[in-house]
C-alpha cells in the first residue's frame, strides 16, 4: 500500500483544488486533440500525394503515412483517463504523470510519459525517501472529467489545519471497482515494489514469482511497455514477443498496451507460436506430459534421421532404357557426407542427391562408352537424363525425401511402426496414447514439436536458403538508399512537424515492391526463425521443457522476463520450481524478484485457498492481502449442483452487483451448467473465456488462469484436484475479487473448512 499520509481539504480548498485540476486536465485534452487533428491533416495530405510522382517518392511517403498513422493510434489510445498523477517537489515544480509526454509547441513539458525517469518517484517515494517529493496527489478521472482528488502527503510541514487523514485511496478504489471482462492497466497505481521490477534492466532473465492477485500479469504488461519506450532503439526493429497461457488470456488482456502508449509488442499464445498453425487446447493431459517432456528432442531428432534410409539390397534403376544400379554402400556414403555438412535435412538433401546423381551418370556413362568402341560424342547430355529418369527420382526420395515438419508429425503419430522406431525410451502403453489419426487437429502440445522438427528438416523448397540471402542482400541495398534519401528530406520532415524519428529501416521496408504493407508483429508471427530482442512470458510455469526449448529459439540472446506463480501449475508439463524449468536453458544466469502483496483476493477467500493447498501438501506463498473483503468463502453441501446453482444465482448476482460473475468447473460440467443457466439468464450466459461481455460466464480453470471475476461459484471443487496437483482448484479460488461461493455433492478437499 502507498506509504504515506493521504489528506482531504475542508470544503473551500477542496473545491479550488478540484478546480484548478480541472482545468489543467482540460488543457491536456485540448492538446491532445490538437495532435490528433495535427496527424489527421498530415495523414490526408500524404494520401492525397501518393499516387503522384516515382515509385520511390510514393514509398517515402507510404513510409510517412505509417509514421502519422502510428503516432494517431497512440493518441487515440490514450484518451481515456490521460493523466492520473502530480508530483509537488521541493523545487517548488509541479509535475504532472501520464499515459504519453505532452509539450507544446515551443516544447514546454506539460506531461510526462509514466515511464520516462522521472517519473519513477511517483512509484517509489516515500514518507521515508521522499526522494525530493513533498506531495503525491492522485487525479481520479472518469473519461476526461476530474471526479477527485487524492493525496499522499510525503512531507509532513505540508499539512494544516483543517486537513485530516482519510480513509479509502485511489489503490483500493481502483481495486474495488467492478471487472468488465477485459484487463485494466494499473498505470496510475502501481506500487513501489511492482515499479522496481518494472524498471528493472533489459539483459538477461528475471523471474518475477507472485502469488494469485499480486499483479504478476500487469507488472508483466508494464514492463513490456516500460523496455520498448527505454530501449527502442534496440527493440524496435527485433520487437518485444509477450507470451500468454492461451488466446481467451491474450483476448482479456489485448487493451492495456495501447492505453500504456505502446503498440509495438507482438502478443501471442503458445498454440500460435508455429506459423500457420492455429492450435487447439490439449485435451489429455497424459499426452501433453509425454510430448512436454525435453526427450522429446531427441524423438523428434531420430524420427528426421530415420528419413534418410539406406536400401537393404541393391536395386536396378532404368534410365532411358538403360540399366544402372544404386547399392547399399553409395547411399550410405552420400548419406554420411550430407550429415557432414551440418545442414538441415532438406537442405542437406541437395548434397544427398548430387553425389548419387554423378556417381549414376559416371555409371551410366561408362556403359554408353563401352558399348560405342571409337565414338567420343558428347556425352553431356546422360546427366539429365539420370536427373528426369522417374525410377530414379523415385530411388532418391525413398532414400531421403524432402519433408516438411506437419507431414513428419502426421505420419510419425499416425504409424505405429514409425513412433516404435522413434521412441525407445517409451512403454507401449505411452506409444498408444501419442497414436492418432493423420489430419487430426494440432494441440498446444504438437507445436514445440513441430517448430523442433522445422528447426532439423529446414525449408522444404531448398533454393528458399538462396533467395532469402538474395533478399537479404536487396534489403541492405536498399537500407543504403534509403539513409541517403534520409538525409536529403530530413529539413522536409522538422519543417513537416514529424513527432519522433523515422528510421532509414523503415524507410526501406516501404520503398519495397509489396502488395501488403506488414507490421513488425505480422511479419514476426509469419516468421519462424524471427529472433526477438526480449520475450515476456505470463503464467510460465506452465510451460513445459519442449516449450521453452521452442521460446529460447525465438529469443538466442536469452532476455527474459518470466512471469508466474509454481503454486498454480496446473499442466502435467509444467514445472514443479523455477530450477527444474529453467536450469536447462539459462544455468544459473537468472534472478528471482517476489511480488509480496495481494491486491485483488480479500483476505478471507486468500487465506482459506491457502490452507487448502497446504493440506494437499503444495508449499505456496502467501501474500499478503491488503483488504479483507466482506464475505468469507460460503460453502454448500448439496445432492444436485445444478440445481443448487440455479438457487444460489440471484443470491450471486445481488451480492456482485453487476459486477462479471464466474462459474468455474471442469471441462465435463460446462455444457449441462450453460444450458441450465441459459433457461434462466438468457441472453446473460457466456461459456469459455471468450465470452466475457457477458455478466455471467461458466468456465473451466484452465480457462479461468490468469483471470478476475467480482464473484465466483466453483462446482464439485473435488474435481479440481487431480494427480497431487492442487493448482487448478487454487486458481479457481483466487479469481474472485470480491465473493466465492463452493457447492460441493461430496467431501471437501481438505483445509477449506476451517
Known amino acids: 500500500m502507498l506509504e504515506a499520509e493521504s489528506t482531504h481539504y475542508n470544503t473551500?480548498?477542496?473545491?479550488?483544488?478540484?478546480?484548478?485540476?480541472?482545468?489543467?486536465?482540460?488543457?491536456?485534452?485540448?492538446?491532445?486533440?490538437?495532435l490528433r487533428a495535427?496527424?489527421?491533416?498530415?495523414?490526408?495530405?500524404?494520401?492525397?500525394?501518393?499516387?503522384?510522382?516515382?515509385?520511390?517518392?510514393?514509398?517515402?511517403?507510404?513510409?510517412?503515412?505509417?509514421?502519422?498513422?502510428?503516432?494517431?493510434?497512440?493518441?487515440?489510445?490514450?484518451?481515456?483517463?490521460?493523466?492520473?498523477?502530480?508530483?509537488?517537489?521541493?523545487?517548488?515544480?509541479?509535475?504532472?504523470?501520464?499515459?504519453?509526454?505532452?509539450?507544446t509547441e515551443d516544447l514546454r513539458q506539460l506531461m510526462v510519459d509514466w515511464r520516462a525517469p522521472e517519473a519513477g518517484t511517483f512509484y517509489q517515494a516515500t514518507a521515508f525517501e521522499r526522494q525530493g517529493v513533498r506531495r503525491r496527489r492522485h487525479?481520479?478521472?472518469?473519461?476526461?472529467?476530474?471526479?477527485?482528488?487524492?493525496?499522499?502527503?510525503?512531507?509532513?510541514?505540508?499539512?494544516?489545519?483543517?486537513?485530516?487523514l482519510q480513509g479509502e485511496g485511489a489503490l483500493l478504489a481502483a481495486l474495488n471497482s467492478k471487472r468488465t471482462g477485459k484487463m485494466s492497466d494499473i498505470v496510475g497505481t502501481i506500487q513501489a515494489e511492482q515499479d522496481r521490477i518494472i524498471r528493472s534492466s533489459l539483459p538477461g532473465a528475471m523471474v518475477v514469482q507472485g502469488g494469485p492477485g499480486t499483479g504478476k500479469t500487469a507488472v508483466a504488461l508494464h514492463r513490456a511497455a516500460y523496455l520498448l519506450y527505454t530501449h527502442r532503439d534496440r527493440l524496435r526493429s527485433a520487437g518485444v514477443l509477450l507470451v500468454g497461457p492461451s488466446s481467451s488470456f491474450m483476448n482479456y488482456i489485448e487493451r492495456v498496451l495501447p492505453s500504456l502508449g505502446e503498440t509495438g509488442v507482438v502478443m501471442a499464445s503458445l498454440g500460435r507460436l508455429m506459423p500457420g498453425i492455429n492450435a487447439v487446447a490439449d485435451e489429455d493431459p497424459q499426452v501433453a506430459e509425454i510430448k512436454g517432456r525435453s526427450s522429446m528432442a531427441k524423438v523428434i531428432a531420430r524420427a528426421v534421421a530415420n528419413r534418410q534410409r539406406i536400401p537393404a539390397e541393391d536395386r536396378v534403376l532404368d534410365v532411358d532404357g538403360?540399366?544402372?544400379?544404386?547399392?547399399?554402400?553409395?547411399?550410405?556414403?552420400?548419406?554420411?557426407?550430407?550429415?557432414?555438412?551440418?545442414?538441415?535435412?532438406?537442405?542437406?538433401?541437395?548434397?544427398?542427391?548430387?553425389?548419387?546423381?554423378?556417381?549414376?551418370?559416371?555409371?551410366?556413362?561408362?556403359?554408353?562408352?563401352?558399348?560405342?568402341?571409337?565414338?567420343?560424342?558428347?556425352?553431356?547430355?546422360?546427366?539429365?537424363?539420370?536427373?528426369?529418369?522417374?525410377d530414379v527420382r523415385v530411388a532418391l526420395n525413398l532414400a531421403w525425401m524432402p519433408m516438411?515438419?506437419?507431414?513428419?508429425?502426421?505420419?510419425?503419430?499416425?504409424?505405429?511402426?514409425?513412433?516404435?522406431?522413434a521412441t525407445p525410451e517409451l512403454t507401449e502403453a505411452e506409444r498408444d496414447l501419442l497414436y492418432r489419426e493423420a489430419g487430426s487437429a494440432w494441440t498446444e502440445a504438437d507445436v514445440p514439436l513441430l517448430d523442433e522438427a522445422a528447426e532439423l528438416l529446414g525449408e522444404v523448397d531448398a533454393s528458399g536458403g538462396r533467395e532469402a540471402a538474395s533478399r537479404e542482400a536487396e534489403r541492405r541495398r536498399d537500407l543504403a538508399n534509403a539513409e541517403r534519401t534520409l538525409e536529403n528530406v530530413q529539413q522536409s520532415l522538422e519543417d513537416s512537424g514529424v513527432d519522433g524519428v523515422l528510421s532509414a529501416?523503415?524507410?526501406?521496408?516501404?520503398?519495397?515492391?509489396?502488395?501488403?504493407?506488414?507490421?513488425?508483429?505480422?511479419r514476426a508471427l509469419s516468421d519462424r526463425t524471427w529472433a526477438f530482442g526480449h520475450v515476456v512470458i505470463d503464467e510460465a510455469q506452465e510451460l513445459s521443457a519442449m516449450q521453452w526449448r521452442l521460446l529460447v529459439r525465438r529469443c538466442p540472446i536469452k532476455s527474459f522476463t518470466i512471469v508466474g506463480d509454481i503454486a498454480q501449475t496446473s499442466a502435467a508439463a509444467g514445472a514443479s520450481s523455477w530450477q527444474q524449468a529453467l536450469a536447462p536453458h539459462f544455468g544459473d544466469r537468472w534472478q528471482l524478484e517476489e511480488l509480496t502483496v495481494n491486491y485483488r483476493t480479500?483476505?478471507?477467500?486468500?487465506?482459506?485457498?491457502?490452507?487448502?493447498?497446504?493440506?494437499?501438501?503444495?508449499?505456496?506463498?502467501?501474500?499478503?492481502?491488503?483488504?479483507?473483503?466482506?464475505?468469507?468463502?460460503?460453502?454448500?453441501?448439496?445432492?444436485?449442483?445444478?440445481?443448487?446453482?440455479?438457487?444460489?444465482m440471484p443470491e450471486e448476482l445481488a451480492a456482485v452487483d453487476g459486477g462479471l460473475l464466474a462459474i468455474i468447473a471442469a471441462p465435463h460440467r460446462l455444457a449441462e451448467l450453460t444450458k441450465a443457466l441459459r433457461e434462466d439468464y438468457p441472453g446473460r450466459v457466456g461459456h469459455g473465456a471468450g465470452s466475457l461481455e457477458q455478466d455471467i460466464v461458466v468456465i473451466d480453470p484452465?480457462?479461468?488462469?490468469?483471470?478476475?471475476?467480482?464473484?465466483?461459484?466453483?462446482?464439485?471443487?473435488?474435481?479440481?484436484?487431480?494427480?497431487?496437483?492442487?493448482?487448478?482448484?487454487?486458481?479457481?479460488?483466487?479469481?474472485?475479487?470480491?465473493?466465492?461461493?463452493?457447492?460441493?455433492t461430496g467431501e471437501l478437499p481438505v483445509g477449506i473448512e476451517v
Request: hydrophobic share 40%; glycine share 4%; charged share 30%.
Open 12 to 34: 473551500e480548498t477542496s473545491h479550488e483544488e478540484l478546480d484548478h485540476e480541472r482545468q489543467y486536465v482540460a488543457g491536456l485534452y485540448a492538446r491532445l486533440d490538437e
Open 38 to 103: 495535427e496527424k489527421v491533416q498530415q495523414l490526408a495530405e500524404v494520401r492525397r500525394t501518393t499516387a503522384m510522382g516515382s515509385h520511390q517518392n510514393r514509398s517515402e511517403r507510404d513510409a510517412f503515412a505509417t509514421l502519422y498513422e502510428d503516432r494517431l493510434a497512440q493518441l487515440n489510445a490514450v484518451d481515456d483517463r490521460l493523466v492520473f498523477g502530480r508530483l509537488d517537489l521541493d523545487d517548488g515544480e509541479q509535475r504532472y504523470i501520464g499515459r504519453i509526454g505532452l509539450s
Open 139 to 164: 487525479l481520479i478521472l472518469q473519461r476526461r472529467e476530474v471526479k477527485a482528488i487524492e493525496d499522499d502527503v510525503l512531507d509532513p510541514s505540508m499539512l494544516t489545519e483543517g486537513e485530516s
Open 322 to 390: 538403360q540399366k544402372v544400379t544404386i547399392t547399399p554402400k553409395q547411399v550410405r556414403r552420400a548419406r554420411d557426407k550430407a550429415r557432414a555438412t551440418g545442414k538441415p535435412h532438406n537442405e542437406a538433401r541437395l548434397t544427398f542427391v548430387k553425389i548419387l546423381l554423378r556417381e549414376l551418370t559416371d555409371q551410366l556413362t561408362e556403359k554408353v562408352e563401352s558399348s560405342s568402341i571409337g565414338n567420343n560424342a558428347d556425352r553431356s547430355y546422360l546427366a539429365e537424363d539420370v536427373r528426369s529418369s522417374r
Open 404 to 421: 516438411s515438419a506437419e507431414k513428419l508429425l502426421t505420419e510419425l503419430f499416425a504409424k505405429p511402426a514409425l513412433l516404435e522406431a
Open 505 to 522: 529501416e523503415d524507410l526501406a521496408e516501404h520503398n519495397q515492391v509489396q502488395d501488403e504493407v506488414f507490421s513488425t508483429a505480422e
Open 602 to 648: 480479500p483476505a478471507q477467500i486468500a487465506d482459506a485457498a491457502v490452507r487448502m493447498a497446504n493440506a494437499a501438501g503444495q508449499v505456496v506463498s502467501a501474500p499478503k492481502a491488503v483488504r479483507e473483503g466482506r464475505w468469507a468463502p460460503v460453502i454448500d453441501r448439496v445432492s444436485d449442483p445444478v440445481l443448487a446453482l440455479r438457487q444460489a
Open 702 to 744: 484452465h480457462d479461468a488462469k490468469g483471470l478476475e471475476f467480482d464473484g465466483v461459484v466453483i462446482i464439485e471443487p473435488a474435481e479440481l484436484l487431480s494427480a497431487g496437483r492442487v493448482g487448478d482448484l487454487y486458481v479457481s479460488m483466487t479469481r474472485p475479487t470480491q465473493r466465492l461461493r463452493l457447492i460441493s
